[in-house]
């Protein structure tokens, strides 16, 4: 079952201009994480935030995360066309049978 | 390791042949994750594997479907008797302690059945 919801489904901007990307989920969790796919292969670790936390940052990268909306956004400033890829959430639910579940993507284009 | 390994990085197969992908985890990762990604979709959670305990087969999708992994080490997912709606790149995942940081993927094995 899908526990990541993200939106918009795709994003194209300009660069240098700011990307936002949305992460709704479900059930209670541990922490969420946002990944990053280049060319349908392996995914990127970009950051990871937890349950406890609210702002987290790296780099280019601004993480939210509001867990009483159960939702949570990545903010990609000053975008880069190296930074077109697809950018999923995953959320690592509590529980003794939690598993790592990925929502369904969003395809952000980066326009030079 | 420096990173997830997964061999083949592609296979092609025909309809009904057995299929094995290896996936050689980091050193010491202790968590490990198969996961199945269908062209343009989202990834699909397919076994969980943490330490020894008993591993988390609630993915699979059919009994055509199993995976293996001794300790740490190496996995390995099986598809029997294959069909086309298998083909899809199959990724696997890592992480030394799931509630610290992020996983690492391998760059996955391109499964197509014809």
């Known amino acids: 079952s899908q526990q990541g919801e993200e939106d918009p489904q795709a994003l194209s901007i300009q660069e240098g201009e700011n990307a936002t990307m949305n992460c709704s989920y479900k059930t209670s969790i541990n922490n969420l994480q946002w990944y990053r796919q280049n060319s349908g292969r392996g995914l990127v670790h970009l950051i990871l935030i937890r349950s406890n936390e609210r702002e987290k940052h790296s780099g280019r990268l601004r993480v939210t995360l509001d867990t009483s909306k159960k939702s949570s956004s990545l903010l990609i400033t000053a975008s880069r066309a190296a930074d077109t890829a697809s950018y999923f959430c995953?959320?690592?639910?509590?529980?003794?049978?939690?598993?790592?579940?990925f929502g369904k993507g969003i395809t952000l284009s980066v326009r030079p | 390791g420096a990173g997830v390994s997964q061999s083949p990085s592609n296979k092609v197969t025909e309809k009904g042949k057995d299929v094995e992908l290896r996936c050689d985890p980091i050193?010491?990762?202790?968590?490990l994750y198969w996961y199945r990604q269908r062209l343009g979709q989202g990834l699909e959670f397919l076994i969980y594997f943490q330490g020894n305990s008993a591993p988390d087969k609630s993915g699979l999708p059919s009994d055509r479907f199993s995976a293996e992994r001794t300790g740490e080490s190496v996995s390995t997912l099986t598809i029997q008797r294959t069909q086309q709606e298998d083909s899809a790149v199959y990724l696997c995942?890592?992480?030394?302690?799931?509630?610290?940081?992020?996983?690492?993927f391998g760059s996955g094995t391109r499964l197509t059945v014809v």
């Open positions: 050193s010491g990762h202790t968590a």
């Open positions: 995953a959320t690592d639910a509590t529980g003794a049978n939690s598993k790592l579940t």
């Open positions: 995942a890592s992480t030394r302690d799931r509630g610290l940081g992020g996983y690492t």
